[in-house]
């Protein structure tokens, strides 16, 4: 069966809504207290839709298809009131607040290691992405690519907090799993988040 069979309607029907909203928050946060200017808001829902919109995407599939692996079924599901609360919080205060939804998983009781390397699979695929978007950042200073840089930064900041935030050690967030699981990799992967997301926030990407 191909990945793309194990998708059901549904489950692509949220992810390309969540998808869409998630980086329509982004593009708010980002130009919140500038001109209105359509073209540069059209920019950064573009940069958006690849940077925030594929860190989304890929952190969901890493979930689902661990889940998978392990012989769960897994779909992801999104929360509408959540995604607006999103959109509002970006367009009101520059803030992004995104909980976009969750990948529920479905099957028998789930082991604490099975479960916490579900959830590991998550932010640990969002710091796997960051290497090509600093590649990205690294190309675009060449004269030219200009765009590739800033895609490549922005990239970078927005997989770090999105690791970060869902590493954080409280209620669902994949923190709590992982530590549960073990204390050793969950500060492993805590500390490496944090620490690239304190370098892109200070200016050293």
Known sequence: MQIWDQIPLRERRDLLVAWLALSAAFTLAMVWGQRLDPLIIGQFF??????????????????????????????????????????????????????????????????REENGKISLAGPVSNLLLIIPFAALAFLGHTPGLYLLAIIGVVGIKINAMI???????????????????????????????????FGSLSGFF
């Open 163 to 197: 690791a970060a935030f869902n590493l954080l050690p409280i209620g669902p967030l994949d923190g709590a799993k992982i530590l549960a699981w073990n204390p050793a990799v969950f500060a492993g992967v805590f500390l490496i988040a944090f620490g690239i997301l």
């Open 46 to 111: 573009v940069i958006s839709l690849v940077t925030a919109g594929i860190a989304f995407i890929i952190h969901e599939m890493a979930h689902k298809f661990t889940a998978m692996k392990y012989g769960y079924w897994a779909e992801f599901q999104m929360n509408s009131m959540m995604l607006v609360v999103a959109v509002a919080m970006a367009a009101l205060a520059g803030i992004v607040f995104a909980a976009p939804g969750a990948t529920m998983i479905y099957g028998n009781q789930i082991s």
